[in-house]
């Protein structure tokens, strides 16, 4: 009897450090896979994957979700130019558009929002939908839908016969992004901008962008971000743009914050302006200095 009793705690032990040496060299996100089907939930910002720490780079949504029943909050803001330098505090004391946005994650793959920016008094919904990968995968492929309102008072128009249907405009986008490394995470968004009402009546209402960015992880608490957009004609008549859109930023991560710096040439932060109606100069003094707060729960 006190045989098997040995040979049975032997056999417990022996497995326990099988068990222990398999799992040495995976990832704190690889751990948690590994104790729960859906782990995310307790993870701090700052211990996730670099394609999954944030839901936007500059003004571009990337190819991350929200995990299931997590919600977040972002605060953004686009200040001046640094064309104002010391007198305006290089575009600190002038504020070109603000929004907030209030995110949440219906399930795993599944997130949407709606926000309010000051720029044309906007509110905007979207949804994104992760087709392919997951929080950890290296590829991920995800769909966004977004609906945007301009909602200034008629009057502001100058149009007659004035419809609220003008007000509206759309934005199509597959984000596909790969994480290259555990520092190097890049991604390309084709997208497609639809305005119910253009200026111009040879315009084409629906105006094709190309779209990418890079993020790069110093520590698991700070990276630094590149994006750019550009319209891409296709045969179609569209907005004659010199310039891409571009922004450069800076990430810092605690556990439930993150903070972004930015400085990017255009002065918004809705699909539809920042990617085809704002006309940006490639000047550093027409940058504009931005910053997000985003708080998840």
Same mark, same amino acid.
């Given at each position: 009897?006190?045989?098997? /009793? ?62 299931k029943g997590s919600f977040e909050?972002?605060?953004?803001? @686009? ?36 926000? @309010? ?47 609220? /249907?003008? @007000? ?15 520092? &190097? ?15 111009? /009546? ?31 004609? &296709? ?18 991560f605690t556990p439930n914050h ?40």
């Amino acid at each position: 009897m006190r045989f098997k /009793t040995v040979l049975f705690v032997l056999t417990a032990l022996t497995l326990n450090v099988n068990a222990q040496l398999n799992t040495d060299s995976l990832s704190n996100s690889e751990h948690l896979l590994l104790l729960e089907p859906e782990p995310f939930y307790q993870l701090p910002l700052s211990d996730l994957e670099i394609q999954s720490k944030t839901l936007r780079i500059v003004n571009l949504q990337s190819s991350a979700v929200l995990p299931k029943g997590s919600f977040e909050v972002a605060i953004q803001h @686009r200040f001046g130019a640094l064309e104002g330098g010391i007198d305006k505090l290089w575009g600190i004391d002038n504020l070109n558009s603000m929004r907030v946005g209030f995110d949440y994650g219906i399930t795993n793959h599944f997130t949407a929002g709606i926000g @309010r920016s000051s720029l044309k008094k906007t509110f905007n919904g979207f949804v994104k939908y992760k087709l392919i990968g997951s929080q950890i995968s290296k590829f991920n492929l995800t769909y966004l839908a977004d609906m945007a309102i301009d909602g200034r008072s008629e009057s502001d128009w100058g149009l007659t016969p004035f419809y609220a /249907t003008h @007000r509206f405009m759309y934005t199509h986008s597959l984000l596909m992004s790969c994480k290259v490394s555990e520092k &190097l995470f890049v991604g390309l968004n084709p997208t497609l901008v639809h305005f119910n009402y253009v200026q111009e /009546t040879v315009m084409s209402n629906d105006i094709p962008v190309i779209a990418g960015y890079v993020r790069v992880g110093a520590t698991k608490h700070l990276n630094f971000t590149f994006e750019a957009s550009q319209i891409v004609g &296709l045969g179609l008549t569209v907005p004659q743009k010199e310039n891409p859109s571009v922004g450069i930023g800076v990430e810092y991560f605690t556990p439930n914050h993150a903070f972004q710096i930015s400085l990017s040439n255009t002065r918004s932060f809705n699909e539809p302006y920042f990617m085809v109606e704002d006309s940006p100069s490639n000047a550093i003094n027409q940058f504009c200095l931005g910053f997000n707060i985003v708080r998840r729960w």
